[in-house]
């Protein structure tokens, strides 16, 4: 693997680590090339809800750009909390392609691509 995905691999895992809301995460997977990288992983949070993580990045100008992302968290009966992702099937939200689905089946936009970081903290909202 190139140092780029290394890197953000080792950031990713890091701030999991770190977090106080997650009790432990499993990397399903993680498939690279020279210029792109998958990956898939499973983040249990601490009040049982979890994260199902799909980070699709390529490299560009020898930067790390995520072209694709969900983040689906859902609770301990597979109840729907909120799923961030960039799916292009609300053109009509504003940011456009970035959005979050909610509970009430509900879509709101969302202002950019999220980190990991930004992902628990919207998630330690919701736990409130």
């Known amino acids: 693997m190139n140092n780029i995905f290394e890197n953000y691999i080792a950031a990713l895992e890091a701030t999991l680590v770190s977090s106080e809301f997650v ?10 090339t020279d210029d792109d990288l998958k990956v898939k992983l ?3 949070c601490i009040n049982t809800w979890r ?3 799909f980070i699709y990045a390529i490299r ?3 930067q790390l750009q995520i072209h694709r992302y969900s983040f689906h968290c859902i609770d301990n009966e ?5 799923r961030w992702d960039n799916a292009p099937h609300h053109p ?6 970035h959005h979050i689905h909610l509970s009430d089946n509900s879509v709101i936009p969302a202002l950019k691509t999220p ?3 930004d992902v ?5 909202d919701r736990m409130e």
């Open 42 to 44: 499973c983040v249990f």
């Open 51 to 53: 994260i199902e993580v």
């Open 78 to 82: 597979n109840n729907l909390i909120f």
């Open 120 to 124: 628990l903290e919207y998630l330690a």
């Open 23 to 32: 009790d432990d995460f499993i990397i399903q997977s993680q498939i690279y």
């Open 92 to 97: 009509n939200l504003k940011n456009f392609p």
């Open 60 to 62: 560009h100008r020898r």
């Open 115 to 117: 980190g990991i970081a």
